[in-house]
């Protein structure tokens, strides 16, 4: 994630309560690294949120548990062209391998 | 996750579903998008 990204990620994480980022990514390597970024810090140690482990719950859009949440047109409109052409099942096992990971 | 009520960080990507698409569908859910970003993965 770009420094300037991390940096709006980082002020808007300390302004509000009850964060959760949703993601759109498009394959499980850049999903487990904007994961890790959101929950556990930059993992690049480059940017803003080096070393800073804003914990936040982090799902995507993808995933079932969303989707059904989701009015059935919108979703058909935003995201289901993409779902269905990606590797959904890699995304959503990328994702959880970070939130096994992130279990203390 | 309920995301009703929830405030809501739409981090999309272009080769993915962009950021604006994420929000779209999040504030379907009924949650409050704070930001919404389409990323560049390096």
Partial sequence: MGLE???AVKRVAEE???VVVLLGTPDAESTQTLAQTVVAGDPSYAGPLAGVPLGLPVFHVFEPEIKTQVA???YEAQAALM????ETDKILAGLREVREGATP | MDL???K???LGEPDGVPGPAVAECAKSAGADVILT???CYV
């Fill in chain 1, 72 to 74: 059935g047109e919108v």
């Fill in chain 1, 83 to 86: 779902e269905m052409s990606l």
């Fill in chain 1, 16 to 18: 509000h309560r009850d």
């Fill in chain 2, 4 to 6: 009703r009520g929830k």
């Fill in chain 1, 5 to 7: 990204d991390q940096a």
């Fill in chain 2, 37 to 39: 970003l389409t990323a």
């Fill in chain 2, 8 to 10: 809501v960080i739409a």
